[in-house]
């Protein structure tokens, strides 16, 4: 793989053989157990990183609560301007850092390149939010009066991420709460330490050249036992967590023992209509590139094709056709299309679904299979599959992080398909592919799709950062990135203001001395 540029990528960002896994900026230290990182592109150790223990996580948090006093202090628009530097860091790290998430994580170095540049994305948009972080005034009841709002910052904002984006997701949260004016402390998946520590150091040198002090950008590491530190912990008023749906019950519960916020963007179970209207080149490029693209591992990856009976082997036939076509392999290597899956777990998962979904009466009609043999080594590559199955079925019900796709018909009108699209659990992504002006309407409407993305004529994966970003159900209920999702870093003050030398009561109360 060395051909491909990595150790001069790893180079650039600082990765050594050992790292230390806990950081408050500048200084590292972590007396935790270790954990090896290993590339599912060729099965070797990457390298390895020590864990946070309790009293390092102790440390974090005593350097991020008193940073947070001398970082809610300076205006935003100056925040603002430190997140601009962040973006041009990312901006000239982009390349090495694509490649560390394509090497580590397994998605092509395109979709890598894509995460760094959904991260510098982000930037932009907080440089600028970082003067319009507006709130309403509003007209008092009372003569001499004045209403308003505003938004303070909240404190230490815990971060929690998935393996499948390693660096984006802390982008998307950190970019906004730093110029809210909040700290953050990130845990990264334990399946990806190392894209922690590149994104960490990249943060702390513009910190450090600033002049500012440690503890703003904090890194602990390990696996859930490290993120329950933050989930219990009363300094951390805000726990933002992405991930599956079972960690994101346990995390939503513990958070809320203590009333804390918690911003859950768990898994999805994403579906596109195919209605007669569609315009079927369009819908096999979107059904294709949302079932196999990050080799089904994303959340907004498409899970479900409900094709209308009518056109329904036509689709069949040509989204089978595009399958053929696929090549499966190296993820840095730019010719193929779809890389290894994260582990040998999730292969046992992929296995597992493909098992059930025939015990379920499911009929297999692109036959899957690990592959074996040179460039597959890893033992992590899995070819994609096709079903056709029963919307009821358990593990069509279920998000299984591979890609396999199942096909399903409806007959009869496009209300037909909403209902199946809307009856499973998660609520994350959905499209309609139609020319059809009527159906497209009935899908965006109320009595449409559930969820918390709402395409037509895309697919359901890829988002740009501009728009809010999450779904509900069981997908958890939290908005991300951009539109008005920085609301929830900043609590929200209500402000009155009396000019008279009267003091009148709200609702006209007298109370006379
Ligand atoms: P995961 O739930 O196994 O782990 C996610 C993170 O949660 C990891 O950092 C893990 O260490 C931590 N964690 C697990 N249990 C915890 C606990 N009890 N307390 C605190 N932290 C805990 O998920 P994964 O396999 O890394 O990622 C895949 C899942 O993430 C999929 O379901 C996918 O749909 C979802 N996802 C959702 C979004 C979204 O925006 N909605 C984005 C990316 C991934």
């Known amino acids: 793989t060395t051909s491909f540029g990595i150790e001069e990528a790893l180079e650039q960002l600082g990765i050594k053989d050992v790292n230390q896994g806990t950081s408050t900026g500048n200084e590292w230290f972590s007396n935790g157990e270790e954990i090896s990182s290993f590339s599912p592109v060729d099965g070797q150790l990457i390298a390895k990183v020590s864990t946070t223990s309790k009293e390092d996580y102790e440390k974090v948090m005593q350097s991020a609560t008193s940073a947070f006093k001398d970082w809610r202090l300076k205006p935003a628009p100056q925040r603002g301007e430190i997140v601009r530097q962040f973006g041009e860091e990312l901006r000239r790290l982009k390349e090495p850092l694509g490649k560390l998430v394509s090497y580590e994580m397994g998605k092509s170095y395109q979709e890598g390149l894509g995460e760094v540049q959904e991260m510098i994305d982000i930037c932009d948009f907080a440089v600028g939010l ?13 003569p001499g009066h004045r209403m308003y709002e505003q938004y303070h910052p909240l404190g230490v904002v815990g971060i929690i991420s998935a393996f499948n984006f390693p660096v984006a997701v802390w982008a998307w949260n950190t970019a906004l709460a730093w110029i809210c004016g909040d ?94 209207d569609a315009d079927i080149k369009m ?9 196999v693209g990050t080799a089904g591992q994303r959340c907004t990856s498409t899970r479900r094709l409900i094709i209308h009976e009518s056109i329904y082997d036509k689709v ?22 779809v890389g290894p899956l994260i582990d040998k777990d999730a292969v046992r998962m992929y296995n597992q679904a493909l098992e059930k979904v025939v015990a379920e009466g499911g009929n297999i009609i692109v036959e899957g299979g690990v592959l074996e043999g040179e460039g597959y080594e890893s033992g992590c590559y899995v070819k994609p599959a096709i079903a056709e ?125």
């Open 130 to 142: 970082s003067r319009q972080l507006h709130g309403l005034t509003m007209h008092s009841e009372r």
């Open 183 to 276: 700290v953050c402390v990130w845990k990264p998946s334990e399946k990806t330490p190392l894209c922690g520590i590149a994104c960490q150091k990249i943060a702390a040198k513009v910190f450090a050249d600033n002049n500012l002090p440690e503890g703003i950008s904090c890194l602990i590491n390990g696996d859930y036992k490290v993120g329950e530190m933050m989930t219990n912990d009363k300094r951390v008023p805000l726990v933002s967590a992405t991930g599956s749906i079972r960690m994101g019950k346990i995390v939503a519960q513990a958070v809320a023992a203590r009333l804390g916020k918690s911003l859950l963007e768990l898994g999805g179970n994403n579906a596109i209509i195919v209605t007669p």
């Open 283 to 291: 819908t096999v490029i979107g059904a294709v590139f949302g079932a």
């Open 316 to 337: 069949k036939d040509a989204v089978v056709d595009a399958y053929k076509q696929l090549r499966i392999g190296n993820p840095l290597d730019e010719k193929n299309h």
């Open 389 to 513: 199955a029963k919307n009821s079925f358990e593990i069509v019900q279920h998000e299984t992080f591979a890609p396999v796709l199942y096909l399903m018909k409806y007959s009869g009108d496009v209300e037909n398909a909403i209902e199946l699209q809307n009856g499973v659990v998660q609520g994350l992504s959905s499209a309609i592919m139609t020319n059809n002006l009527r159906e497209a309407e009935r899908f965006l409407s109320h009595a449409g799709s559930d969820c918390g993305i709402a395409n037509v004529n895309i697919g359901t994966s890829g988002a740009e950062i501009g728009g809010a970003f999450g779904g509900e159900k069981e997908t958890g209920g939290g908005r991300e990135s951009g539109s008005d999702a920085w609301k929830i870093y900043m609590r929200r003050q209500t402000n009155t203001i009396n000019y008279t030398t009267e003091l009148p009561l709200a609702q006209g109360i007298k109370f006379d001395l």
